[in-house]
Every structure is written in C-alpha cells, then in structure tokens.
T-cell receptor, first 115, second 112 residues
Framework: GAGVSQSPSNKVTEKGKDVELRCDPISGHTALYWYRQSLGQGLEFLIY????????KSGLPSDRFSAERTGGSVSTLTIQRTQQEDSAVYLC?????????????FGSGTRLTVV | GDSVTQMEGPVTLSEEAFLTINCTYTATGYPSLFWYVQYPGEGLQLLLKATKADDKGSNKGFEATYRKETTSFHLEKGSVQVSDSAVYFC???????????FGTGTSLTVIP
C-alpha cells in the first residue's frame, strides 16, 4: 500500500485479556519495527524484523509480549494478560531494507487502553 | 551505546519567532541523523535527514546541520507558523542501519 497501515486505531481492553495489534507495511519494505509511545514519553523500541533474519526482540518488556511477521509482510504484535501499564500508543514503522540512510515510514499507531 | 539527547519542552513561541530545538548524539562511527515530526493525532513523519558530517537537511523551512565536531543536529526555523505546532523527535540510525534511537521529543506550540 501507499503507507504503513495499523489496525485497530483504538483498542480498549480489560486487564488480563489478550490483544493483537496488526501492522501492514509498505510493499517491498523489508525492515519492520514496533515501538511503544507512552503518554509524555519518547519512543520505546520493542522489536525489529529484517527480511528472513531472526528478529531483534531485545526491546520486548516482558514475556507477555510477542510478535511475528508472516511472509515477510504483515506483522502482529500480541500482548497477553494485559496490564494497565501496557496502555500506550503502539507504533509500527517500515523501511526499505537496511542501511543507515533510509528513514522510517510510520503508521498512525494503535492506541491501547487497558481498564 | 548510541543515544540521542534533545532539548526538553514544552516550547511555546509566538508566530514568526525563530525556533531552535537542540539535539546532541552519542554514537560509534558515522551515524545518519533525522528529525521526525508528530502532528496532533497523527503518526510520526520524516521531516529531514542528514547522512554525513556537514550535510544540511532541509524541508518546509526547517533546517538542521550534521555537526560532527559538536555531535549535534539542532533543528532551526526562521519564522514559525501556528501549523508547526507538533512534537519533534531527533533520531539517529546506527552505522549498520539496523536500529534507530529516538530522543524523548520536544513539544512545540506556536501561538498567533
């Protein structure tokens, strides 16, 4: 597609429930990232996919968080047994390959509220 | 490790004022540097970038120069508009191009 698409745009869930957040990157972009943006905070790196390489999961805050990327395209971020501190905007970004010169294209994010 | 430090906000300016948002970085080698902007209710958008020392990135009247001697990439605009009200993020891409490091963001409000 023309841009990075994320769904849903808003999600309200009860504490303890599982949620899935979806990211559809720009066609042909091999690198895909997930970030978390909490109120008044900067961007917190979560996970990075590059082509067929093993993902860099170093930013995932706990084992309740996981992500996969199927067919090198769409990615799903799953949060199990959600907690109130998981409330944040989850941003997905894609980039054309590796290399330091390419900037990210971000999606509009999913605003997750855990009540 | 690599990191970015940017000026804390919020910043409030009158329309047509001069804007500077400071950004300094710590990195091994020669990273690429970026400024992203996030308008209210929207995602982050790339504003400008510079990929080597002394490069100047520019877009929409904003400029930033990659200064290796001072490890800085300050964002400037000569005359801000109300429509520039947004959060601005300085970012660094490591030399390998695998990871981005973002500053905490600076909120700018421009009043008429």
């Amino acid at each position: 597609g023309a841009g990075v698409s994320q769904s849903p745009s808003n999600k309200v869930t009860e504490k303890g429930k599982d949620v899935e957040l979806r990211c559809d990157p720009i066609s042909g972009h091999t690198a895909l990232y997930w970030y978390r943006q909490s109120l008044g905070q900067g961007l917190e790196f979560l996970i990075y996919f590059q082509g067929n390489s093993a993902p860099d999961k170093s930013g995932l805050p706990s084992d309740r968080f996981s992500a996969e990327r199927t067919g090198g395209s769409v990615s799903t971020l799953t949060i199990q047994r959600t907690q109130q501190e998981d409330s944040a905007v989850y941003l997905c970004a894609s980039r054309r390959g590796g290399g330091a010169n390419y900037g990210y294209t971000f999606g509009s994010g999913t605003r997750l509220t855990v009540v | 490790g690599d990191s970015v430090t940017q000026m804390e906000g919020p910043v409030t300016l009158s329309e047509e004022a001069f804007l500077t948002i400071n950004c300094t970085y710590t990195a091994t080698g020669y990273p690429s540097l970026f400024w992203y902007v996030q308008y209210p209710g929207e995602g982050l958008q790339l504003l400008l970038k510079a990929t080597k020392a002394d490069d100047k990135g520019s877009n929409k009247g904003f400029e930033a120069t990659y200064r290796k001697e001072t490890t800085s990439f300050h964002l400037e605009k000569g005359s801000v508009q109300v429509s520039d009200s947004a959060v601005y993020f300085c970012a660094l891409s490591d030399v390998a191009g695998n990871q981005f490091y973002f500053g905490t963001g600076t909120s700018l409000t421009v009043i008429p």
